[in-house]
């Protein structure tokens, strides 16, 4: 294919109740055989099973996630009755596990973790759907074909697809932005290399950026994703493509490390961000005008960018491409264009009818109605087909919980009013700057001349086996948590220890088997699969 033409159960206790209050009630044998089949008796319609997170967030006055108005208007205007099963969104993984091993999982499994997905696939516990989708599928079938990508990418070892995808239009994830009125101050430039880097950080925690007389600022943050980010910045991920070869990199850690614990012995850093598990403290900083340069989520950098400009008026932020290293200049990681999301349980009962389902989810009038609500409730329609919402704050309460039911609905259809998740037409001063920031980040990180380091995105990396799956996250783990310490720990543990310690474990753990399992794996499907400089190229027609 070319790189750049992809388009962009009921259980058995539920049924057993049903069919035992039909007879009750006195209904005739026709009805009884319908429930035990599968139907609900109601118009003839079929039941599913479909996975929902919960994640706490629902309104009261909208009901549960399991029954609210969006599951009613599914029932009403669906081929099938679905009946929602929540799925406890911090704990999924465990509430799937529980579901599978007592014969209760939803017929159709939406779940974002696609590593969670293929360990499904490896225990046996997902249907194929080739032929299902060519027997009894015209939408999804349809999407297919314009999007081959999410057949390659759905498609496990065994030469069968088994994963359902979202496909919409690459999103910015990972952020870095610099107070541009400090930069200004000081008579300093953006940073355009890790060494400039380092000497504007300095400056931000040394040299009384904002003025008060107090050493009270710091130069950056290292708490939560932002260590990642500077790894990005250094080309240290775990298997990178070099010399036309997947290889386990080492050589990445000890710079990336160094510049670390440089920051951090010097005073410019926070030297309580290792106990910044989640971000916050770092966020509080950049709210309050005490951080120079703040990696982390656009959206977490938006939500502060407010508190910061109602704080201080006169702050001026502007985002910033990551700086080059010896390794080359690279980007954060970005959410693709294309998402695998969801399989079909192999004990579903009536496949066809999940089937069914899904293709009513990905009907273009299904996305526009979940994206803008109901015409006259939630919207207007304008003389030039544009959707004016009627009262955001009512929209906010009646369809700020829906993201999760359109987990792999096509997206890149969808016309969005918004930029950096703000009304583009909005005429709020701190709405127009921040637009102007997400824009320029657009422009900075979703450039395939500049990609995130990985060989292809953390969701599309190939399935492992179990002994495998273990090596890599253990591989993983064990280098953030030993160069963690190296960074905090002076001379007593230094980062040249902490590499040889990592490496050591590595190989101790069966390092060496998966990467002779990656090396092969790269030579095979080197010309097939999906690679990270292809992600930001992708064309929907």
């Known amino acids: 294919m070319g790189k750049n033409s992809w388009s962009k159960k009921v259980t058995g206790g539920f049924a057993a109740v049903m069919a035992l209050s039909m007879v009750l009630s006195g209904c005739g044998t026709n009805e009884k055989q319908s429930a035990d089949s599968g139907e609900s008796g109601d118009g003839g319609k079929k039941e599913v099973s479909v996975s929902i997170y919960d994640r706490g967030q629902i309104p009261k006055e909208e009901g549960t996630y399991s029954d609210n108005r969006w599951t009613k208007w599914i029932n009403e205007n669906g081929p ?117 880097l380092y000497a504007v950080a300095d400056a931000f925690a040394n040299q009384d950026p904002d003025g008060n007389g107090v050493k009270d600022t710091y ?8 260590t990642y980010y500077i790894d990005a910045m250094f ?114 009962k009536d496949p066809e009818a999940v089937m069914q389902y899904i293709d009513f989810m990905v009907t273009p009038s299904t996305v526009e109605t979940f994206a803008n609500g109901i015409e006259g409730e939630n919207y207007t329609k304008e003389a030039d087909g544009t959707m004016k919402p009627i009262d955001e704050a009512k929209n906010e309460t009646q369809m700020g919980y829906t993201n999760d039911y359109r987990m792999f609905m096509p997206k890149y259809i969808l016309n969005d009013n918004k930029i950096g998740g703000r009304p583009a037409d909005s005429t709020d001063p701190i709405d ?27 969701k599309f990396r190939p399935s492992l086996d179990k002994a495998m799956t273990t090596t890599f996250n253990d591989g993983w783990n064990t280098m953030n948590d030993t160069m963690a310490k190296a960074i905090v720990s002076g001379d007593a543990y230094t980062v040249d220890q902490g590499v040889e310690d990592v490496k050591k474990s590595w190989y101790a753990s069966g390092g060496q088997a998966l990467e002779d399992w990656y090396k092969q794996w790269y030579q095979d499907n080197k010309d097939s699969w999906i690679f990270m400089k292809e992600l930001y190229t992708m064309k929907f027609e």
Do not use: C
Not at 305 to 319: E, G, M, Q, R, S
Not at 444 to 453: A, F, G
């Open 80 to 196: 099938v009755n679905a009946k929602f099963v929540p799925i406890p969104r911090n704990e999924s993984q465990q509430k799937y596990s529980m579901l599978f091993a007592s014969g209760d999982a939803p017929d159709l499994v939406l779940e974002y973790d696609t590593d969670f997905l293929n360990s499904l696939w490896a225990q046996k516990q997902l249907l194929p759907l080739d032929d299902l989708v060519a027997n009894n599928s015209t939408e999804y079938k349809a999407l297919l074909e314009k999007v081959p990508a999410l057949k390659t990418l759905g498609t496990k070892p065994d030469g069968k697809m088994y994963l359902i995808g979202m496909v919409t239009k690459p999103e910015v994830l990972g952020a870095m932005v610099i107070r541009q009125d400090w930069l200004d101050k000081l008579g300093l430039e953006v940073p355009q290399t890790v060494d400039e």
């Open 219 to 226: 130069g950056i943050n290292l708490s939560q994703f932002a």
């Open 235 to 348: 080309q240290n991920e775990m298997f990178i493509v070099e010399n036309d070869q997947l290889v386990r990199q080492f050589d990445r850690i000890k710079p990336a490390y160094d510049f670390k614990k440089k920051l951090f012995d010097n005073g410019i850093v926070d030297k309580d961000f290792l106990s910044d598990k989640n971000g916050q403290k770092a966020e509080q900083d950049f709210a309050s005008g005490k951080l120079g340069i703040y990696l982390a989520y656009s959206t977490v950098i938006s939500k502060n960018f407010d508190t910061l400009k109602n704080t201080d008026p006169n702050a001026k932020v502007t985002a910033m491409a990551f700086p080059e290293s010896q390794f080359g200049r690279f980007g954060p990681d970005f959410n693709p264009a294309l998402q695998m999301t969801g399989a079909v349980n192999a004990n579903a």
């Open 432 to 458: 127009q700057e921040w637009i102007a920031i997400a824009q320029e980040m657009d422009k900075l990180y979703l450039d395939p001349e500049h990609p995130h380091p990985g060989f292809t995105h953390a």
